[in-house]
């Protein structure tokens, strides 16, 4: 009886063998129509998406990945507004189409910060940043929350609000805002517009009119009568080589500036989710730009040995 029970043994292993083998077979990814109907959260952009005409020519790529907003992100859009960009079709296209890349079936990993891809709108950049200390990954400083949801032809990745597409480089937007004129006309005296655009990673903490407007007027004259104070001064309101939106923010957080002696700002937060830089008060965030962001800010930040060179003088800084 021994042999039988041997055979037996032997078939079963052989027969173990074959079976795992054999190739595992992935079930194939549902396209992009079918993922989005999965997901009841989803059901206005794909509404939207079929609104355009969109939708048909992104199941048509090779490959694609959408930034896909909630509809919790989407019904943040004031009622009156959001019917207003449904009905104008070309509008509603080009803001969707900035959602797309055709670059790379983006998904996430811990080496894409600052990794800048290219929209179907006209090429705008779409950048993204990975912000490890507080877990989070964004696209244009929003945030990614349902993460690489596979289709056919690449991802969804699906973010909490809405990207805006940036108008021009950091240079570009400081000379066209309003309420920084005064910042724009101390950059191109100073000499450093062109430094500012090749950094394409840059953060820019911007000081608005008011802000100029709180220091003495001899503190003005000062700065603007010494030209290396005066690039001391803007460069402390500069983080090169990289891109700091307010997401990736957390209080006692520290960043290191661009001025000579690399001096550290650091980020406070207060009541009303409120956010200060040293002591100035962090007014409009997250203004993309092509090569980075900028945030205006209410005070002039000035570094200590500027300062104390000021004082030298018999003068006060605010």
Not at 31 to 51: K, P
Not at 180 to 187: C, E, N, Q, S
Not at 296 to 301: C, M, S
Request: proline share 5%; glycine share 6%.
């Amino acid at each position: 009886m021994l042999f039988p029970v041997v055979l037996i043994v032997l078939v079963g292993g052989a027969v173990s063998q074959i079976t795992t083998g054999a190739p595992h077979t992935h079930k194939p990814a549902p396209d992009l129509e079918s993922a989005l109907g999965r997901r009841a959260h989803f059901s206005m952009i794909l509404d939207l998406l079929r609104t355009t005409g969109l939708l048909t020519q992104l199941k048509a790529l090779p490959q694609v990945t959408l930034f896909a907003p909630t509809n919790a992100a989407l019904s943040s859009i004031p009622n009156d507004e959001y019917q207003d960009l449904k009905a104008d079709v070309p509008r509603l296209t080009s803001l969707l189409k900035y959602h797309v890349t055709t670059d790379q079936a983006f998904h996430t990993t811990g080496r894409a910060n600052d990794v800048v891809f290219n929209s179907l709108d006209n090429n705008l950049p779409i950048r993204i940043n990975i912000y490890k200390i507080v877990h989070t990954i964004a696209a244009e400083g929003v945030n990614i929350t349902d993460k690489d949801i596979r289709v056919a032809n690449g991802f969804v990745q699906g973010i909490d609000n809405v990207m805006q597409p940036p108008n021009g480089d950091v240079v570009d937007i400081i000379n066209n805002m309003d309420n920084t004129k005064m910042l724009a006309g101390l950059i191109n005296s100073a000499g450093l517009e062109s430094a500012i655009r090749a950094d394409l990673n840059i953060t820019v903490f911007a000081p608005t009119n008011d802000a100029f407007a709180k220091l003495d007027p001899q503190v003005l004259t000062y700065l603007q009568n010494n030209p290396k104070a005066l690039t001391e001064v803007l460069l402390y309101h500069v983080v090169k080589k990289t891109t700091l939106y307010s997401i990736g923010m957390r209080h006692a957080m520290t960043f290191q500036t661009a001025d000579k002696h690399h001096d550290n700002l650091m980020l406070i937060e207060g009541n009303n989710d409120d956010i200060y830089l040293n002591h100035a008060k962090v007014d409009d965030r997250d203004i993309s730009a092509t090569n980075g962001v900028i945030h205006t800010i209410e005070d002039v930040l000035v570094p200590t040995t500027v300062l104390v060179a000021i004082e030298d003088q018999g003068l006060l800084v605010g």
